[in-house]
């Protein structure tokens, strides 16, 4: 209808679309959700079809390239839906349809945002909200492509704040180490830097000042995250161990025992240095300690010397450790153990 305002009809309507094809007519003969774009003196109305609860729901494509947009035969409808369920080897996305549409807040970018189920089930239920960029063609028509499944990795919007979620290698040259001549971090033998923590030093001693049993260490410095998301620090430690980030004790495995695999998770923000702390100790024969993290972008690694640095001079910790040191009387730790 044409309109005198935003809100206001001020004619008669106008039919533009029914439920013709197929692909319109799965469980209910529908269209609905109708939204527009523009591109270079066209108008588009993508709007959704078939049964809101089926798989097969689905977005069509109405084209007007004459402006007149209050005739019916002006408009154009794609004889095919432009954007329906999906199930690939990483998934599938079923029921996708009832749509928005945005800018990357750079505006480089425009996005659909829409709802889809993880299962073909014939429900209301399950229904995920979804977004995922989308381009356009030579026709300037909207390219939606197919709906990406759950767990795939996108990209964030263009410009937005987590763009700078992700960041290159660091600069860092590793932690500073203490090594200590008794397995409760007394009588300090070494102070050197490690680039990274992934020691066997078996049945010898990590230096020849001291003893290849009884002999503890103590790293501190930062560590850096390239992605802003949870990070699980994993440690494999013959004897004990534990861990420290941001003042949070993630490992807690103070104990004698043959190499053991610990971890603990903290949610982390990409290009920020936190503080970091592991204190390790052997008591006897076998010694090795490895210190690795991953993330849901991070493959699992040894945590690398870019991502490592020694303690930020004079800068007072923000949050310091606890200062606790002692081996006794410690709860059993929390963090699972594999
Ligand atoms: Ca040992
Ligand atoms: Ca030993």
Do not use: C
Not at 63 to 76: I, M, V, Y
Not at 78 to 90: A, D, I, L, R, T
Not at 202 to 216: V, Y
Not at 320 to 338: D, L, Y
Request: hydrophobic share 35%; net charge positive.
């Amino acid at each position: 209808a044409p309109m005198r305002d935003p809100y206001t009809i001020s004619g008669p309507r106008v039919l533009l679309s029914t439920p013709s094809y197929d692909w319109e007519r799965v469980g209910w003969a529908v269209n609905e959700g109708p939204e527009v774009l523009h591109r270079n003196g066209k108008t588009f109305v993508v709007y959704s079809a078939s049964g809101g609860t089926t798989p097969d729901y689905a977005l069509g494509l109405l084209t007007n390239t004459t402006g007149n947009l209050l005739d019916p035969k002006a408009w154009t409808k794609s004889p095919v839906p432009v954007f329906s369920q999906y199930k690939g080897p990483e998934g599938g996305v079923y029921t996708p349809g009832h749509n928005g549409f945005f800018r990357s807040p750079d505006g480089t970018e425009d996005w659909i945002v829409y709802h889809g189920k993880e299962k073909p089930e014939h429900t209301w239920g399950g229904r995920l909200a979804r977004a995922q960029r989308f381009t356009w063609g030579a026709d300037d028509a909207p390219i939606f492509g197919h709906p990406v499944p759950s767990g795939v990795p996108l990209a964030v919007p263009s410009g937005e704040g987590g763009a700078r979620a992700i960041t290159g290698p660091g600069k860092g040259t590793g932690l500073q180490a203490r090594y200590f001549g008794k397995k409760d971090l007394t009588d300090p033998k070494v102070t050197r830097l490690d680039p990274s923590i992934n020691f066997h030093w078996k049945f010898d001693a990590p230096a020849s000042s001291l003893p290849t049993d009884g002999f503890s260490a103590r790293w501190r410095g930062q560590v850096q995250p390239r992605y802003s998301e949870t990070y699980t620090f994993h440690t494999y430690a013959d004897d004990g161990v534990r861990v420290w980030v941001d003042g949070k004790l993630l490992i807690d495995d103070w104990a004698d025992h043959p190499a053991a695999a610990n971890r603990g998770a903290i949610a982390l923000q990409a290009g920020r240095r936190y503080d970091i702390r592991i204190d390790y100790f052997d008591n006897l024969r076998d010694a090795r300690l490895l210190l690795a993290w991953s993330s849901p972008r991070q493959p699992f690694e040894v945590i690398p010397r870019s991502q490592l640095y020694p303690p930020a001079a004079a800068a007072p910790a923000r949050r310091p450790a606890p200062a606790n040191t002692k081996p006794a009387a410690r709860p059993k730790p929390k963090v699972s153990r594999r």
